[in-house]
Nanobody, 127 residues
């Protein structure tokens, strides 16, 4: 069983920045793409950002483009989400997830392509 542990969430004022981290328990971390999703209260979970297993390919949800950066450190089994210019509407629980497939160096944007999920970390942005 793979464990994913998010950290770095908290409360911040609008316009501020946060850096989320997600540490994976598996030694094969580098073989899998990773993603960040978020779920605001009363809303469905949505894709925020994804990164291929090599780190060479990334994709972002519309809400994250130009403001968030996803990266990974395969030596430390960790994926990061650097968030800047935060808005009130970024308030949500943020989840990291590990992709199901090892076949390609792809980035996955749908939940169905992810098999392991972290417990989530709360990000609260005050306006």
């Amino acid at each position: 069983q793979v464990q994913l542990t998010e950290s770095g969430g908290g409360s911040v004022q609008a316009g501020g920045s946060l850096r989320l981290s997600c540490a994976a328990s598996e030694s094969t971390f580098r073989m899998f793409g990773m993603g960040w999703f978020r779920q605001a209260r009363g809303k469905e979970r949505e894709f925020v950002a994804g990164i291929s297993r090599s780190g060479g390919n990334t994709k972002y949800g519309d809400s994250a483009k130009g403001r968030f950066i996803i990266s990974r450190d395969n030596a430390k089994n960790t994926v990061f989400l650097e968030m800047s210019s935060l808005k009130f509407e970024d308030t949500a629980v943020y989840y990291c997830a590990r992709a199901r497939s090892v076949i390609t160096d792809s980035v996955y944007v749908t939940e169905a392509n992810y098999v392991y999920w972290g417990q989530g970390t709360q990000v609260t942005v005050s306006s």
